[in-house]
């Protein structure tokens, strides 16, 4: 047997390398910014930083072995993964965890489990599969309508929680899948143009108080500066004081006299700020800007439209959730609760992003090699 004539797996370490960076800088953050409140983790899994260290084992365990899958295999498995994903929704706002003013959680197991976070996974590859069945069609008005439909349904879903944050997301993975898929120009503009129109409208009816008292204050925290603006001023202080180099890491006076609350979900990025200073910042926007070229290069190498759109799915809705938070901290748009992929406090994300890196992984690894026995 000629072992130069097998073919290999194509692995990207780059997209395992930079994933690990961004959990280990997250455990980091996590552990200064929980200090206050928990102390050293010397209690197992009771203490954050032990649980989102567990959780990462399990996410990288899993990105492993959905690398070998054949990413194929989703396909048909779509639809009934995308059904389970909005039971779960559904089931959130029957019997759901509230905290916040939203109810967005539910307990299996003694672990709270986000079931959004794993419906943005199961859209995606719907929408992908749905879209590379119909790439032929991809001009209709029934084939557009339809892939809205898809990413809707599980918007309005979480909406409803309210979780606008995690609604918007669905928004933005559904545009950029249409678009790399090639929807007609005048369909995606007409959507964007009913958006810009009615969301303002719609927001405002359907938002709960929380959520419109969360709109005002970003405009004004100093109205509020004891109460609902608190965490704005208090994450712009942070995030301003730490300056070049940072105040050191578990040094930040706003952290760790527990100023900052929520500073291990939320205000994560603030607390990095804060510790880490500038440089700090730029080592995690430089993790995250590998990590959105890997993705993008995944699409590019992709020999089919399923595989090609999933990792355009999976790299829009990591990138648009790092804006969203970022910008929360840093007071460009309101803060709605959305994580910091790989860093923020939280197992559902962290692990479906890593699973979800897995199967970007697959696509890779299971490219059919022409000419090959």
């Not at 954050?48 to 295999?73: C, E, H, K, N, T």
């Not at 069609?137 to 879903?157: D, E, H, Y």
């Not at 607390?271 to 995250?288: I, Q, Y």
Request: with cysteine; charged share 15%; glycine share 10%.
């Amino acid at each position: 047997m000629n072992l130069r004539k097998l073919p290999t797996r194509e692995f990207d370490p780059l997209i395992l390398l930079t994933a690990l960076g961004l959990v280990a800088y997250g455990a980091a953050l996590i552990y200064s910014g929980s200090l206050a409140n928990y102390g050293s983790p010397s209690q197992a899994l009771s203490h954050p930083v032990s649980r989102q260290i567990a959780f990462g084992v399990i996410g990288v365990l899993i990105m492993l072995v959905a690398s070998r899958f054949d990413y194929r295999v989703l396909a048909p498995l779509s639809l009934s993964m995308y059904v389970l994903s909005l039971a779960m929704l559904i089931y959130v706002l029957v019997a759901g965890e509230s905290e916040y003013g939203s109810s967005r959680w539910i307990t299996v197991a003694g672990t709270q489990i986000q079931p959004a976070e794993i419906a943005k996974v199961t859209t995606v590859i719907l929408l992908a599969k749905f879209l590379a069945d119909n790439e032929d069609n991809i001009k209709s008005a029934r084939v557009f309508a339809t892939s809205l439909a898809i990413a809707a349904v599980p918007a309005v879903l979480v909406l409803v929680e309210p979780d606008l944050g995690s609604s918007l997301v669905f928004a933005v993975l559904w545009f950029a899948i249409v678009v790399i898929a090639g929807a007609r120009s005048l369909h995606v503009g007409a959507v964007l143009v009913a958006a810009a129109t009615l969301a303002p409208l719609a927001i405002w009816q359907l938002a709960h108080g929380y959520q419109l008292e969360r709109f005002k204050v970003w405009i004004d925290p100093e109205s509020d500066p004891t109460g609902a603006g608190f965490n704005i001023i208090q994450a712009e202080t942070s995030i301003g004081s730490g300056g070049f180099w940072g105040k050191g890491f578990t040094h930040g006076t706003q952290t760790q006299l527990d100023y900052l609350r929520t500073q291990t979900t939320d205000y994560v990025f603030s607390v990095g700020a804060e510790e880490l200073g500038f440089v700090g910042a730029m080592v995690l926007f430089a993790l995250f800007i590998i990590l959105l070229f890997r993705c993008v290069r995944v699409a590019g190498r992709a020999d089919d439209a399923f595989g090609r759109l999933i990792a355009v799915g999976v790299a829009a809705f990591i990138v648009f959730q790092v804006f969203v938070t970022i910008g929360g901290n840093i007071r460009l748009m309101p803060v709605t609760g959305v994580p910091l992929p790989l860093v923020s406090q939280g197992g559902s994300s962290l692990i479906t992003i890593l699973a979800a890196l897995g199967i970007l992984q697959s696509i890779l690894g299971h490219r059919r090699r022409r000419g090959r026995a």
